[in-house]
Nanobody, 123 residues
């Protein structure tokens, strides 16, 4: 059973940066592709970024491309999301997730989820 735990959220101002981390334990989680999703208040969960186990394939949502960077350190068991130039519309609860499927933009593509970490960006 894979378990994921996010950390690093907080309250920042527009233009600031935050780095989210996700620690994975259990099973063979390092062989899973990993992703970050976010869920703004009152809205559906949306795809942010994903990275393959080999780190050879990385994809981003258009809304964060050029500002967010996903990375993973399989030796440490972590996946990170560096978020720069944050905007108020980035305010959301951020989740990391693990998947086996080759598709990656829908929450249903992922088998395991963390509990989420809140990011709030003030204008």
């Amino acid at each position: 059973q894979v378990q994921l735990q996010e950390s690093g959220g907080g309250l920042v101002q527009a233009g600031d940066s935050l780095r989210l981390s996700c620690v994975g334990t259990g099973g063979a989680w390092s062989t899973y592709a990993m992703g970050w999703f976010r869920q703004p208040p009152g809205k559906e969960r949306e795809f942010v970024a994903t990275i393959m186990w080999s780190r050879s394939s990385i994809f981003y949502a258009d809304s964060v491309k050029g500002r967010f960077t996903i990375s993973r350190d399989s030796a440490k068991g972590t996946v990170s999301l560096q978020m720069n130039n944050l905007k108020p519309e980035d305010t959301a609860n951020y989740f990391c997730a693990a998947r086996v499927k080759t598709t990656y933009t829908q929450p249903s593509d992922y088998e395991y989820w963390g509990q989420g970490t809140q990011v709030t960006v003030s204008s």
